[in-house]
């Protein structure tokens, strides 16, 4: 296996499982019960001051967690990604196995997907439920006008700036997909230059074998020379010696 997609897999994990233990969280946060609250409607006794810290306090802490919930599956969606184009360069007999891997972490992204939308469809619910106790808390408290529109000011610019981080969170996780699709072309560009580099290798060994051969033949040639040359004198000395005995004798 790909030591880079061990990599990505292991932070996968440790992602999946801190994921898990902050929907759990959210849930329990979610559930749970507040402090005494007299309903305005049929009480004089004006709300005490526990009481409405302890439900905006929890209202902003469930909306922090699916933030953080929400980041953390982006970037869980990122490594999934990131194992899926490494597992595809791999050889097929390993291919496969892995690919089965990534759709068992899809199935499991997919379930935390459904725990945040359970998760910000009650905190929808229960934003619902405290803006009408934001009403009543108003008429009870005699909380001025100017006040509520400060408030709702200062909503609208955390809602704005919520908005913005999160337009510079999918920007980011664009720009790291960009960066691991040049990544993938700058591996194929090397897996290119290598394949081309062992075809040198095997022209260069081509060529020095032909250069052996060409090199033997010459040797060869050589030697034929000196046998031929050495017939050639021995077959002139001995006409010689046949010259010589035909006419002293």
């Known amino acids: 296996m790909s030591e880079v997609f061990e990599g990505y897999e292991r932070q996968y994990c440790e992602a999946s499982a801190s994921l898990t233990r902050k929907c759990t969280a959210a849930a329990a946060l979610q559930g749970g019960n507040p402090p005494p609250f007299p309903n305005p409607a049929i009480s004089v006794v004006p709300p005490s001051e526990s009481s409405i810290h302890w439900i905006f306090g929890r209202a902003e802490k469930l909306k922090q967690k699916a933030a953080e919930i929400q980041s953390g599956i982006d970037g869980a969606e990122a490594l999934i990604r990131k194992m899926d184009l490494e597992a595809r360069n791999l050889q097929p007999s390993i291919r496969a196995g892995l690919l089965a891997k990534i759709r068992e972490y899809k199935s499991d992204l997919n379930n935390l997907k459904g725990a945040l939308k359970r998760i910000t469809s009650g905190n ?126």
């Open 124 to 249: 929808a619910q229960q934003g619902v439920r405290e803006e009408l106790l934001e009403s009543e808390m108003a008429d009870a408290l005699g909380v001025s006008a100017d006040q509520r529109s400060r408030l709702l000011r200062a909503t609208e610019r955390e809602n704005r700036t919520t908005d913005r981080l999160r337009d510079s969170h999918k920007t980011m996780l664009e720009t790291e997909d960009l960066g691991v699709s040049i990544l993938h072309d700058l591996n194929q560009q090397r897996q290119s230059l290598l394949r081309g580099h062992d075809v040198l290798d095997e022209v260069d060994n081509n060529v020095g074998k032909s250069r052996r051969i060409i090199g033997g033949m010459m040797r060869r040639m050589d030697r034929n020379k000196w046998i031929i040359g050495l017939i050639i004198a021995v077959l002139v000395l001995a006409i010689l010696v046949i010259l010589y005995f035909k006419f002293v004798h």
